[in-house]
């Protein structure tokens, strides 16, 4: 019986939320303007669909866009870079920004459609960051 208990547990402890693209659009912007720096910049509200995630695992599904020559930095789009993966209506909630384990990283091709885990960060008004940042992330076979 005990033997039960501590494998169930341990699946949810390394269980994660699959989620789509569609609950990451449960965001709103307003230009705000940051008088230290002299700049307008987005913050972003998030919705109720999308807070109880903020820290949560989470495993999403997009493709591979290269940030830097070097495949060190990345984000996971909704769209292919190939069809211009933020043209056509797309905004900041359809990229997510992944913060790579060491173990992941490694040079992933353009447009690559691949399952990803990690943690879900949101990011309301860090102009360092996207809107969307997946820490630890790695690749699910």
Known sequence: MSFLFVLSVTTLIHSQTTIDWAVLS?????????KEIGISFEEATFGPGIVPLDG???????????????????ALSRNPNSSCFFCGG????TVIELKLKPAAMR??????????KGI??????????????MLEAEPVN
């Open 120 to 133: 879900l960060q949101i990011n309301r008004s860090n102009l360092d960051n996207f809107t969307y940042v």
């Open 56 to 74: 949560q695992q989470v495993a999403l599904t997009g493709y591979m866009i290269p940030l830097d020559g070097f495949g060190v930095a990345y």
């Open 90 to 93: 797309a905004g900041p909630e």
């Open 26 to 34: 449960d965001v709103k912007f307003e230009v705000k303007y940051d």
């Open 107 to 116: 040079r992933y091709r353009t447009d690559d459609r691949l399952l990803f």
